[in-house]
T-cell receptor, first 116, second 111 residues
């Protein structure tokens, strides 16, 4: 079962709001990822967690704050976003990350975020 | 120059026909290669990994040409459900966790 779930599916928030996106996988994967995807563009990597530790931050603004409470869960906390942050936010997981091997990444259905 | 380049298409393909398209990559240290498909407003889904010897999965065949630094995807007997954007994805030896995405090739299968 290659399932990654994300909630909520849609989110509309104002620029002063605080909200969180959630991602869960039960495949025993030890690496989890956040991506941002704008219309007609490929996904852009934001963060990578490996064994529950942040291993890659692609210079993402601090208004995006990731959290990995355990190996199955990944959150993205949002605060003081801008309208240009409106996008599809995708979570992905893979068996592992790094160590000289490459593992396929499996994506969740995404959260479509609109910032007003 | 982009690290991964794809013809954006669209490739308009009659149902039952064969379509093939390529993806070129610029980094000779690229190590792993994948094809993902993405339907409109959906998440990317792994279609297949691409191995050095080439590989086939049903109607889909992927090839890797390291000398010319490109990978290809061929779809035989196209179905209407094959209509999607096909994303070429590459990783390099120094950034295993980072997928380099191409911009995607749109395929439209018509009745």
């Amino acid at each position: 079962d290659t399932e990654v779930t994300q909630t909520p599916k849609h989110l509309v928030m104002g620029m002063t709001n605080k909200k969180s996106l959630k991602c869960e996988q039960h495949m025993g994967h030890r690496a989890m990822y956040w991506y941002k995807q704008k219309a007609k563009k490929p996904p852009e990597l934001m963060f990578v967690y490996s064994y529950e530790k942040l291993s890659i931050n692609e210079s993402v603004p601090s208004r995006f704050s990731p959290e990995c409470p355990n190996s199955s869960l990944l959150n993205l906390h949002l605060h003081a976003l801008q309208p240009e942050d409106s996008a599809l936010y995708l979570c992905a997981s893979s068996q592992e990350e790094g160590g000289g091997a490459v593992y396929e990444q499996y994506f969740g259905p995404g959260t479509r975020l609109t910032v007003t | 120059r982009k690290e991964v380049e794809q013809d954006p298409g669209p490739f308009n393909v009659p149902e039952g026909a064969t379509v093939a398209f390529n993806c070129t990559y610029s980094n000779s240290a690229s190590q792993s290669f994948f094809w993902y498909r993405q339907d409109c407003r959906k998440e990317p889904k792994l279609l297949m990994s691409v191995y050095s010897s080439g590989n086939e999965d049903g109607r889909f065949t992927a090839q890797l040409n390291r000398a010319s630094q490109y990978i290809s995807l061929l779809i035989r007997d196209s179905k209407l459900s094959d209509s999607a954007t096909y994303l070429c994805v590459v990783t390099t030896t120094d950034s295993w966790g980072k997928l380099q995405f191409g911009a995607g090739t749109q395929v439209v299968v018509t009745p």
